[in-house]
C-alpha cells in the first residue's frame, strides 16, 4: 500500500515538473511565439491626431502583416475614432498609405459617432473608408469575436 | 474512380473559395461587425490624470454602451491605477459624471497598490468607488474571463 | 395545459432574473475579480522611450506579479519595439530593473523589425534580451494563444 502511495506521489512531482517547464519560456533561446494557426485577424486602434503616432500606427500595420509567422494569413481592420479622425481627413493627405494598406486587404473603418458628435463633413473624409456606429463598439464586438486588438 | 476524385477536388475548391470569402471583409457594405452574443462586457483602463484624457474615457464607456449593437448588454468595469486616479478625486470633481455612469451599471474600481504607494488619504477619494488588490492584476484577470479591455 | 404554461413562463421569469444578477456585479461588495484559474499570462508592451512610461511600466509589471490574486502564477514576457527599444540600450541603465524581472521568470523580449529598420547595433542593447520577428506580431500571436495584453 505504501509503494503505491509514494508512486503515486512521486508521479504527481514528475507531473508538476512537467507542467512547471511546460509553461515557462527559455530567454536564451526564444525567437518569439509560435504561430499555428491559418487565420489571425488584428484590429489596430488610432484615437490620436498626431503625425507620429498615424504614420507609426500604419507601418505597425505593414510590419504585423510582414511578419514571417503572419505573412498571408493576418487580417486587419483599422478603427479610428476620437482625434484618430484625422488619419482619415483628406486634407492630412495620408491617401497613399491609406490606399497601399486597402490593397493589401486592411479594412479601413471611421467611428460614426465622432464624425455626428464634431459635425464633420464626410466629404472632408476619404470616400473610400467605412463607417461603424462607434468605434468603442467595433472594439469590443471584435475581442469577443476572438480578434487580437492592438492601440500602438 | 477518377471521377470521385474529381468531384472531391472540385467540392475541395468550393470549400476553400467559402472559407475566403468568409474571411475577408467587403470594405465598400461594410457597416461595423455583428454582435451576435446577449452580454458583453468590458474593462476600461484609465493610468492618466490629463483631464482631456480622462473626459475622453468617461465619454468613450458612455458612447460604447449607447452602440445599437450594444445596448442594453454591455457590462462596464472602468479601472484606475497610476496618475489615474485622479479620475476619484473628489478634488477633481467627475462625480456628476461618475454617478451617471454608476446608474447605467458600470462599476468602478480603484487599484489600491497605488493609494498605497501614493499614501493617498482614501477620504480623498469618493466613497462610492471600489478597491482592487492591483489594477493590473484586475486588467489581467477580466481578459482571462473574457472580458474585452479598452484602454483610450 | 394553461397550469404547465404558466408554470413554464413563471420559470422563465426566474432563470432571467439569476442570469440578471449573476452578470450584476454589486459595486458595495467588489473586492475585484476572482483568479480562479491555476496559470496566466501577460505581454506587456512597451513602444515609447520616456523614462517615466518606461519605469512605470517594468513598476506595473512587478506590481501584477505581486498582485495576491496572481502570485505564483503569472508569467509575464516583455515586448519593446518603436520607441521602447530605449528600454533595452545599454546607455539608458535599466539593466538592474531588467535583470530583477528576468530572476522572476519575466522574458525580456525586443523587435527585430524595430533594430533593422533603425540600423541599431545589438551591441547597445543588453545582451540578455531575445528578439522576435516583429513586436506586432507578437502581441497579435499572444493574444491568439490566450494571453492577456498590457499596454500601461
Known amino acids: 500500500m505504501k509503494k503505491i502511495t509514494m508512486a503515486l506521489l512521486f508521479a504527481g512531482v514528475l507531473f508538476s515538473a512537467k507542467s512547471f517547464s511546460q509553461s515557462t519560456i527559455d530567454q536564451a533561446n526564444f525567437h518569439g511565439a509560435a504561430a499555428d494557426l491559418k487565420d489571425y485577424k488584428a484590429i489596430y486602434i488610432i484615437n490620436n491626431a498626431d503625425d507620429k503616432k498615424i504614420r507609426g500606427t500604419l507601418r505597425n ?19 479610428a475614432f476620437g482625434d484618430g479622425v484625422e488619419v482619415y481627413r483628406k486634407s492630412a493627405h495620408y491617401d497613399t498609405l491609406l490606399t497601399n494598406l486597402q490593397k493589401k486587404g486592411v479594412v479601413l473603418a471611421q467611428c460614426e459617432n465622432t464624425v455626428r458628435e ?15 456606429p462607434t468605434g468603442n463598439g467595433e472594439i ?13
Open 61 to 79: 500595420i505593414n510590419n504585423a502583416m510582414e511578419d514571417p509567422r503572419l505573412k498571408g494569413k493576418l487580417q486587419i481592420e483599422l478603427i
Open 118 to 132: 464634431r459635425k464633420i463633413d464626410k466629404a472632408n473624409l476619404w470616400s473610400f473608408i467605412s463607417y461603424v
Open 140 to 152: 469590443i464586438i471584435r475581442q469577443y469575436q476572438g480578434w487580437a486588438a492592438v492601440h500602438p
